[in-house]
């Protein structure tokens, strides 16, 4: 993830859409599952990160970022009302309560913050890759409006993502089970062409999803106000 989430199609687009979503609100952020630091340090440097693995943390100390703590989501080692707002990009699946995770961080949040999250979609599409990341689920639209709602939350957008490439999304997924992969991430290579091509395409489904909430896709993109 270090050596690749700086230029890899998948890791800019989904933090460019996160900075872009993030623009709705102002103040401090903070990034929960903030992973080795790209999407933190973009953020600048009032920003706070919290992942809790100390693997992660390290990568985030390379790269010069020193507000970073080692915390659990479901249990975040802040105060009440401390950030304006929070973004998680894919770290709810990896949490065995994912409404305690959301509770904590309506908890951090200050009056009118601003939470972005984004996580995988569709429980059909489980595969080898959800198990080699120790994901727990995989989300509706649906599903994700009402874990906002429940911990209180007013949702602004909900929309699925990965749209252009969903067909691409199944047929990997269909292929995982005719010849049973084994649990393994795989980040297929791409040559710079394509990987430019791929994020150029991500940015249009980037501003369509802003103005209309697409049907389908591999992930489920939301914000949310308190």
Not at 136 to 152: I, P, S
Not at 180 to 190: C, D, G, M, Q, Y
Not at 195 to 205: F, G, K, S, T, V
Request: proline share 4%; net charge positive; with cysteine.
């Amino acid at each position: 993830m270090f050596d690749r989430e700086d230029h890899y199609w998948w890791f800019v687009a989904r933090r460019e859409l996160a900075l872009k979503l993030l623009g709705r609100g102002k103040g401090k952020s903070l990034d929960v599952g903030c992973g080795t630091g790209a999407l933190l340090a973009a953020l600048g440097p009032e920003a706070l990160g919290i992942d809790f693995s100390p693997e992660a943390l390290r990568f985030c100390l390379r790269r010069g970022l020193k507000k970073v703590a080692l915390g659990d989501a479901q249990r975040l080692p802040l105060v009440d009302q401390c950030v304006s707002r929070v973004v998680t990009l894919d770290t709810l699946e990896h949490v065995s309560d994912d409404r305690a995770a959301i509770s904590e961080i309506y908890r951090a949040l200050k009056p009118e913050g601003l939470l972005v999250l984004n996580v995988p979609a569709f429980k059909w599409l489980w595969g080898p890759h959800d198990v080699a990341l120790h994901h727990h689920r995989r989300y509706t639209r649906t599903e994700v409006r009402l874990l906002l709602q429940d911990a209180g939350f007013k949702v602004e957008l909900l929309s699925y993502s990965v749209f252009f490439l969903f067909p691409v999304v199944v047929g990997v997924r269909l292929l995982d089970r005719i010849f049973r992969r084994e649990a393994k991430v795989r980040l297929p290579e791409v040559g710079s062409f394509l990987n430019h091509l791929l994020i150029c395409l991500m940015r249009l489904e980037g501003k369509l999803l802003q103005w209309v909430p697409l049907p389908v896709g591999s992930s489920v993109v939301a914000v949310a106000r308190k």
